[in-house]
């Protein structure tokens, strides 16, 4: 494999003799937003003894890679019995829509034949980088388009053409090979509140990448798009990560074999790498992802080796 990506290690693991009960496990989904300089603090999701998931937080400096403050109080908790997000909140990313700042996230359900549900929810990021949920009810929920669960979204603006929202859907809970089918598919909207779902976005090839999770996208129309996201193959590996290409964000190429990133030999990232998330910092490109156990873990970094050698050729 072509390594463009550096491995700068593991950057925040969560201590459950330190943690609040909500936060006892787990540093999934890490969802970085800048403070100042070179100051970021970074949202998680981290769990409880029965595996709810709630919103916590570090403020690292991302050059340093150092931590500097670790919050022990959660952000946001999981929702009351009943609630869409009542066995978890799992972190997609943030836009803004008029002045407010919204973090997107995927609420939990549990269901009685042993599967999951979930649904788009929406956290107002307030100035002083608080959260409070902005509505009891979904944000996105299911619909003809996406009739079983809803996952991890993604949203970029652009003053042009309004909000493009990339995220999650399943098909099927086994496609045959004893994996779930799910998707990533594609939403637009005019004024970043009401969306119109547009279908499958990005291929998928059952037995190689069929269980997709968490995009992550960076580009414009002008200059083309790329994503990283997770997925497994249905032929029983866990999670990797790949990439994908597109011109317009909407109909994708899978470049699973040029995304320059994999498990190491041995380690906390050694099983699985999942859940990443793609940012720029002073002209370099930066990478967090989870590792083993779906981020239990914790979080590392990684850093682009070189722009010019990230290029693929597009569609």
Same mark, same amino acid.
């Given at each position: ?149 809803? #996952?991890? /979204?993604? @949203?970029? $603006? !652009?003053?042009?053409? %309004?909000?493009? +929202? *990339? ?45 997709? #999770?968490? /995009?992550? @996208?960076? $580009? !414009?129309?002008?200059? %083309?798009?790329? +994503? *990283? ?52 910092? !002073? ?33």
């Amino acid at each position: 494999m072509n390594e463009k990506w550096q491995k700068l290690g593991l950057l925040y693991s969560p201590s459950a003799n330190s943690h609040h009960p909500k936060l006892l496990t787990h540093a999934a989904n890490p969802l970085p937003l800048l403070i100042e300089g070179d100051l970021y603090r970074i949202f998680f999701s981290g769990r409880d003894v029965d595996n709810r998931s709630s919103v916590g937080a570090v403020d690292i400096d991302i050059v340093k890679r150092r931590v500097i403050r670790e919050y022990t109080q959660p952000f946001f908790e999981h929702g009351l019995a009943g609630s869409f997000y009542a066995e978890g909140v799992s972190i997609g990313n943030c836009y803004e829509v008029n002045g407010t700042k919204y973090m997107l996230f995927m609420g939990w359900q549990a269901r009685g034949e042993g599967h999951w549900r979930g649904d788009v929810g929406r956290l107002v990021v307030n100035p002083d980088l608080t959260l409070e949920l902005d509505s009891e009810r979904p944000f996105m929920s299911s619909d003809a388009s996406d009739p079983i669960s809803l #996952s991890y /979204p993604w @949203v970029l $603006g !652009n003053k042009k053409d %309004g909000f493009n +929202m *990339w995220y999650g859907s399943t098909i099927t809970w086994d496609a045959g090979n004893g994996e779930m089918l799910h998707v990533i598919n594609y939403a637009t909207s005019r004024d970043g509140d009401n969306w119109s779902r547009e279908g499958i976005a990005l291929p998928y090839e059952l037995g190689k990448a069929q269980a997709f #999770s968490r /995009p992550t @996208v960076v $580009g !414009n129309r002008e200059t %083309g798009y790329e +994503m *990283w996201f997770s997925y497994r193959s249905g032929s029983g590996e866990k999670y990797r990560i790949g990439n994908a290409f597109s011109d317009d964000g909407l109909k994708w190429l899978l470049s699973l074999e040029t995304v320059g990133i994999d498990v190491s030999l041995d380690g906390w990232d050694s099983e699985m790498i999942e859940y990443p998330i793609v940012f720029d910092h !002073n002209g370099q490109r930066y990478m967090l992802y989870n590792g083993n156990g779906y981020g239990k873990t914790g979080f590392g970094l990684a850093l682009l080796r070189s722009l010019k050698v990230a290029l693929s050729p597009r569609t």
